[in-house]
């Protein structure tokens, strides 16, 4: 009698067991794995942007249009040698007894990313040559169309830089739009 | 004569029963046809349209590769930079993860992903909002089975030089992002 109960005790615990496999299967959650596998190449590089110079709005800080990136838009205004018809936000001045110059201030930022450059040279060219007696210069550099003049050998990254550039007239040069697309260069040193 | 059509008729009744007995034999047989249907679920990776190509698309097993980095020059087709500061730039692309299922009540699937080994120097993997680790973390608790879902990868790299804390330049870095899809 003894060794039945026994009996009928495992069977139970069997049926248990069997049912409790039978609920645990369900109940164990799916799962599907992939891998992604992910390469690249991290290469130096900098960038050149141009700023309004923080004087603006002052006379010889003319807002620059697109300030902030490496395309942008310097509208020195209307000059004529007669210094009283100057209209415009950059400064006007005679240089000598026959020639005028309207200058405006403005800011370069150079910034580097994965590269142990110190400093970079700083350069830049006019686009194409300007009419007789008109010069094109920045900080007293004249520029060209032949080739990048060096403006600076040693700027510091992530700094503005303060440029101003200037446009010389001479008084026998006749009325027309004088304009330029000037290219400016950081090489990393 | 009377007793020939007697033989003769016998013969033929014989023939007759003997023919009919042959024609009655008979076989049959039953195919006892089993099947278990198990539940499963499977996850592939995708090509997404707006970004990079995969190698090995439509597999568990695939690869993105970001081609040339950086913070300021030309990205390969497929690859954005959403952003750049002083301090590191992100570039990012876009993949889809495809999880299928069949045999379950599950209407969703929860993805998780953590990187195969630790991040290389300077660089931080994303994958949308989550920033991975090796431990597996949550990138979706409600996936739908049976369609593309769209994920980015995104890759915080810092600006700093090679040795300063910033990564490796000028050769490829390789990592491994393993994915898990578990039926809710």
Known sequence: MKAKFICGRARLLAALCVLAGACALPARAQTSAG???????????ISLIFQTNPASPAAGFCALTNSGTNNVGLDLGSAAFPGSSYVGCGSYSHIGSATYQVTSAFDVVVSKANTSSPNYRLAAQISTPPPANVTWLVNNIVLTNTGFTNLDAADNYGTPVTKTLQVQVKNNVPAQLLSETITFLASAN | MRKQNLTRTAAIAILMLSSAALFGQTATGVINGTLINKNGITLVFDSDAAGVALGNSGTSAASVNFGNISAFGAL??????????????????????NVTQGGLASASYTLTANLAAPAPTGFTYKVDAVTLTTVAQTIQANGAYGTDVAHNLGLVVLTAAPGAGGPAVGSPITATINFTATAN
């Not at chain 1, 891998?35 to 590089?45: A, D, F, H, K």
């Not at chain 2, 954005?80 to 301090?87: L, Q």
């Open chain 2, 76 to 97: 390969s087709a497929g690859v954005t930079r959403p952003s750049v500061t002083a301090a590191n730039f992100t570039v990012q692309t876009i993949f889809d993860v």
């Open chain 1, 35 to 45: 891998q992604l596998t992910v390469t690249l190449n991290v290469q130096s590089s």
